[in-house]
């Protein structure tokens, strides 16, 4: 069966400090991969979404950015965090193989607090 | 432009009572699909069902049961019979052919004992 994992699953970080959080699928091949985020109390933002490795697309421009170099890792990085940068952030995939607006499978998310 | 309103923003029921989660979408395909998910307090999105447009039979799955509805863009979620363990924020998505997911804001269930 598939699994998802990402982690941390908490930090805590200072304003202007580089991030780096990972997402890895296990048990399938070529899944579509998506990073979202949760500000608190709020619903889910689209980030980042990828069909393949090194392909990359952004649905919001901001100080984030994400890499895929392996089939099934998937990378959501900042090189200066900001306090709007803050909130829960979700890996989630789906097959590769169907359609990318099928059913999504999240992750256990992290939790990111900028102070 | 696609778009999921979930007008509820809390819900509050005692155990064992019914409850209905509202969802409304926007979409100007004639292809698309609608989702249901649930966010218990740990955090993790669990999907709990997927519906195509062109299928607009109910579905029922124990507890759980959604009624479609095209006609007033409507896919909502009733719980029979709730449980504490119900408790959780609850998502409706939407998304066109080939195209992303869009949640919409969540509901969150409170299911006192």
């Known amino acids: 069966s598939q699994t998802i994992h990402q982690w941390p699953a908490t930090l805590v970080q200072p304003v202007g400090s580089p991030l780096s959080l990972e997402c890895t699928v296990e048990?399938?091949?070529?899944?579509?991969l998506y990073w979202y985020r949760q500000a608190a109390g709020r619903g889910l933002q689209l980030l980042f979404y990828?069909?393949?490795?090194?392909?990359i697309s952004s649905e919001v421009p901001q100080n984030l950015s994400a890499s895929r170099p392996q089939d099934r890792q998937f990378i959501l990085s900042s090189k200066k965090l900001l306090l709007s940068d803050s909130g829960f952030y979700l890996c989630?995939?789906?097959?590769?193989?169907?359609?990318?607006?099928?059913?999504?499978?999240f992750g256990p998310g992290t939790r990111l607090t900028v102070t | 432009a696609q778009k999921v309103t979930q007008a509820q923003t809390e819900i509050s029921v005692v155990e064992k009572e019914d409850v209905t989660l509202d969802c409304v979408y926007e979409?100007?395909?004639?292809?698309?699909?609608l989702f249901w998910y649930k966010q218990p307090p740990s955090g993790e999105l669990v999907f709990l069902i997927r519906?195509?447009?062109?299928?607009?039979q109910n579905e029922i799955s124990g507890r759980y049961s959604w009624n479609f509805q095209k006609s007033t863009s409507s896919f909502n979620f009733t719980i029979t019979a709730s449980q504490v363990v119900d408790s959780a924020v609850y998502f409706c998505?939407?998304?066109?052919?080939?195209?992303?997911?869009?949640f919409g804001a969540g509901t969150r269930l409170t299911v006192k004992p």
């Open positions: 998505a939407l998304s066109e052919t080939n195209n992303d997911m869009r």
């Open positions: 048990g399938t091949s070529n899944p579509n």
């Open positions: 990828s069909v393949g490795i090194g392909q």
């Open positions: 979409t100007r395909d004639t292809t698309y699909y």
């Open positions: 519906r195509n447009s062109f299928d607009e």
């Open positions: 989630a995939w789906n097959n590769g193989l169907e359609k990318i607006s099928y059913e999504q499978y």
